[in-house]
């Protein structure tokens, strides 16, 4: 079994900055991607960004130039650099872990952009 759990949100004015960090622990064979995803109220979940299994980084474009992912392989921690952030930024932010073509989520953690 995977665990994942993610830690960071909170309030922030536009224009601030904040960072999201993630880790899995438990029975980890070989992980096969880890990233974050949002959920704006009323909006299907999406893709934030992400590393693939072959090291690679993608980043949906709205948060390009504004947001980082970087990723720890011993600790299997992958963290999120939010800066720049605006209201359209606000939604509740998952880690999503695969591991062994198995996908796991963190709880969420809520980021709000608002002043």
């Known amino acids: 079994q995977v665990q994942v759990v993610e830690s960071g949100g909170g309030l922030v004015q536009p224009g601030g900055s904040l960072r999201l960090s993630c880790e899995a622990s438990g029975v980890i064979s070989s992980i096969n991607a880890m990233g974050w995803y949002r959920q704006a109220p009323g909006k299907e979940r999406e893709l934030v960004a992400t590393?693939?299994?072959?090291?690679?980084?993608n980043y949906v474009d709205s948060v390009k130039g504004r947001f980082t992912i970087s990723r720890d392989n011993v600790k299997n921690v992958v963290d999120l650099q939010m800066n720049s952030l605006k209201p359209e930024d606000t939604g509740v932010y998952y880690c999503?872990?695969?591991?062994?073509?198995?996908?796991?989520w963190g709880q969420g953690t809520q980021v709000t952009v608002s002043s």
């Open positions: 999503n872990v695969v591991v062994a073509l198995r996908t796991y």
């Open positions: 590393f693939t299994s072959g090291g690679w980084t």
